[in-house]
Structure formats: structure tokens, C-alpha cells
């Protein structure tokens, strides 16, 4: 290959990612969570708009947030346990909020997009730096009243993804990957 990047490549060839189940702490120091939230921030993002932003919840925040998940679930109907866990299990979240900006120029699905790539880039900012994380959602991250409440979103915008981080406690196994032949469209 060219340039000094074969690193890289090995690490994106093999990344993946670690569950909250797997995870335990310490938790990233400030230092390295900046460090994470700088890649995350630099994605490719159409019109300059930062159609993103982030909230960090540390261990007290996380758990705090997991009882308030608790008490909405009891009201709303949902599974408070389910939704609430990945919180109690793993010493760091990251909620990655999309917001959307009200322009002509730049259509909102490219904006979305721009937060998918924040969530991965936030993602595999954390396992390059040796951490466990994963990219996960859940009724929680849809639940507007509990969004509201808890985390203080504006009406437009939403949860594109929680980002769970810790210290790797297990290795899970690894799922199977594509295979490119089905997805893949050669044209010469
Ligand atoms: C937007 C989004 C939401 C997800 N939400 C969940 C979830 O709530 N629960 C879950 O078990 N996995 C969820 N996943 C999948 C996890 O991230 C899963 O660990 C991932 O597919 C592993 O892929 P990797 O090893 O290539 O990183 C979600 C994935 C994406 C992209």
C-alpha cells in the first residue's frame, strides 16, 4: 500500500465492538474522553453545519440516568431492567444528539448521515485508545419524555446513538462478517 497508514487498516480490519455486558472500570480519564470527542467531532460534515453534539455521562450521571429510566418505564409501560442496563454496567456513556439545523442548502438526511459518522468515529476513537465500546440505542434513546427530562433535548433534535465505554472486563466472541460478494457490485 501508500503512505504510513497500515496501522490504520489493521486496526479497522479487525475493530469491534465490546457490549456494556463485557465492560467494567476504570472508566477513561478526562484527557482520553477529549481525545475521543475530538475524532468524533472531525467526520466529514456537508455545509459545516455540526448537525451534532455530545453529552458525557460519567459513572454518577449513568447511574443517575439508569433510575431515571427505571421510574419512566414504570410509568410508560416499557422494560425498565432492559433499558436501563448498558447504563449500570458500563462507567462511561456518551450520547451522541443529532441536531438537525434548519437550512436549505444542505438536505437532513446528510446531516443524519454526519451523525452515524460521529457515532463510529466517537466508537472507534475508544477502541483505538484500548477501551471497550459499542454503539447501542434502545427504547431509552427514543423516549421523549425521558429525553427531555433527563437530558435537556431540544424538540428537534434526537439520539443517534449512546456510546458505551470501560475497561474490557471479557472478549465476546466475534460475529460473522458480509461477505463482500453478496454486496458488492464490480464494474469495470
Ligand atoms: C444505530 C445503532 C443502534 C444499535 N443499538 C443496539 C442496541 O440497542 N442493542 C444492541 O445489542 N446492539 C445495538 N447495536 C449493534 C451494536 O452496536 C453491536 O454491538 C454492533 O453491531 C457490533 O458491531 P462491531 O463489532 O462491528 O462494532 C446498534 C447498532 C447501531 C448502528
Known sequence: MTGDGQH???F?????????????????????IETMLTAAARVPDHGKLEPWRFIVLGEEA????AQAIHARAEAA???GAKGALPFEQAPLTIAVVACPRPTDRIPAIEQTLSAGAACLSLLNAALAGGWGAAWMTGW?????PLLDAELGLAPEEWIAGFVHVGTV???PPDRPRPDLARIVDWRA
Open 12 to 32: 479497522l480490519l479487525s475493530r469491534r465492538s465490546r457490549p456494556p455486558k463485557f465492560l467494567t472500570g476504570p472508566a477513561p480519564d478526562r484527557t482520553a
Open 140 to 144: 431509552p434513546a427514543y423516549d421523549r
Open 62 to 65: 449513568s447511574r443517575a440516568f
Open 169 to 171: 472486563a471479557a472478549v
Open 77 to 79: 409501560g416499557k422494560d
Open 8 to 10: 490504520v487498516l489493521d
